[in-house]
């Protein structure tokens, strides 16, 4: 399976449906989901993979590049 098809998965499983459906989620589900998200687009940005890198560049206060030394 190609990197961006695996990442998409990982994603639509992280997010579910009930992050389209629930008016509501628990704050620690939330907060879950949105440490899991983090680490897939910061890891998938870290392996040079395009759509990761593309949505780390949307998030610039939340992701940030840093030279390597």
């Known amino acids: 399976m190609a990197p961006n098809v695996e990442f998409i998965d990982e994603l639509c499983d992280i997010l579910g449906d009930n992050f389209f459906l629930c008016d ?11 440490d899991r998200l983090a680490n897939l687009i910061a890891r998938g940005a870290n392996q040079n993979l395009g759509l990761a890198t593309y949505m780390a560049k ?9 030279e390597s030394e």
């Not at 509501?24 to 949105?34: A, K, N, P, S, W």
């Not at 949307?58 to 840093?66: A, L, N, S, V």
């Open 24 to 34: 509501m989620l628990d704050q620690d589900e939330l907060f879950g989901m949105q």
């Open 58 to 66: 949307k998030f610039p206060e939340t992701f940030y590049e840093q």
